[in-house]
């Protein structure tokens, strides 16, 4: 009875129509680095970095389904006179995947349910000491998350926004590296999973300033219901600024505030050169 229920879902899925609209982006960068005088010594960097985002958006009846993509990862080569030995280390890090169903209520707002993952695509590692330690690996940890709620957009030829609030329910899991999952009340015990449920709020923005210039950014708010006093936040800001064919200037900002990682902002920022297309 229920193999024969799901033929019949399958026909209807597929004799309904529907629509793809899909974005893909690009970009590919270098920024290069060196100075030798008394104050810092000599130093030479190399950064390579490489992001790729992809958004495609059904159509399927009453639904638009939209499957939203990042990955994020980049390579800098280190040398300097004040450590013992160059070092070659991962920059951005990143894997991200989401799915958003809207229902279009033909109202100002539209009802919503989302899921979410977010990894690192490899290790990461910071040098402390003139000692490398690793910090993170694929999976390890990883963060998912569910959200229902309230959307509103606004679309037109220069700027698209959209703008989500609800409420969200986030797993961390964790193996080695439990920074995230820990709980430092409980010391004689390595936690690797926490849950949380909060409000999750969501401002994603694409602003063409001009045919040479787009601005994109992204806010990200989590708030824990047990303590609205902190909250966990991502601001992601990229500026292109195209210069020569699909040769741009990639200036990019990011702000981030977890206090279960450090108690101030971090920050990300750089001015890079790089071939930028859509493909």
Known sequence: MLLKNFKYILIIIFMTKI???????????????????????????????????????????????????????????????????????PTDNEVFGESVVKYPAGLLIDPYISANARTQVTESMLIANKKKFKTAKFWDPITTQQSFGLAYSIKDSLLKNDIRIG?????????????????????????????????DINNTLSYRIDKSATLTTKLSLFGDIENLDIWLVRFENDLNLMIWGYLGLIIRMNLFYDHNQMKKIQIQQSFRIGFITKI
């Open 19 to 89: 629509n793809v609209m899909s974005n893909s982006d690009l970009s590919v960068s270098l920024a290069q680095g060196y100075n030798a005088d008394f104050m810092s010594g000599e130093r030479s960097t190399l950064d390579v970095s490489l992001i790729h985002s992809l958004k495609e958006v059904f159509n399927i009846s009453v639904f638009d389904i939209s499957i939203n993509s990042r990955l994020a990862i980049g390579v800098r080569y280190d040398k300097s006179s004040k450590l013992d030995k160059s070092y070659i280390l």
């Open 167 to 199: 409420l969200s329910l986030m797993q961390i899991r964790a193996d080695l590296y439990t920074t995230l999952t820990n709980d430092p009340r409980t010391f004689h015990i390595k936690e690797k999973y926490k849950s949380k449920t909060g409000i």
